[in-house]
């Protein structure tokens, strides 16, 4: 069972897209990225959507709602990315 400070060290607090990577900075103070082209639906979107960044569910999950993209921060904080082929 996942004790408290793991819990509220998956927290997102800001998000924001910046030169192809996906930012968040966590409540812990700590900044986590990825390259947008882990996503498919990010990386063929035009820029100006990409950077429609949200947090949702109280910081523990990025939104794109144009793209009807969510992707949940303790995902992308363990690396756990789609495989190539998982939306074809």
Excluded: C, N
């Excluded at 700590?30 to 979107?45: D, E, M, N, Q, T």
């Excluded at 947090?55 to 990315?81: H, P, S, T």
């Amino acid at each position: 069972m996942a004790g408290v400070e793991e819990l509220t060290s998956s927290i997102a607090v800001r998000s924001w897209v910046e030169d192809g990577r996906v930012w968040f900075e966590l409540s812990d103070q700590r900044l986590i990225s990825f390259p947008v082209s882990k996503y498919r639906r990010l990386a063929g979107a035009p820029e100006k959507l990409v950077k429609k960044v949200e947090l949702r569910v109280q910081g523990r999950a990025l939104r794109w709602e144009e793209l009807d993209e969510d992707i949940w921060v303790k995902d992308a904080i363990a690396g756990r990315f789609p495989s190539p082929h998982a939306h074809a």
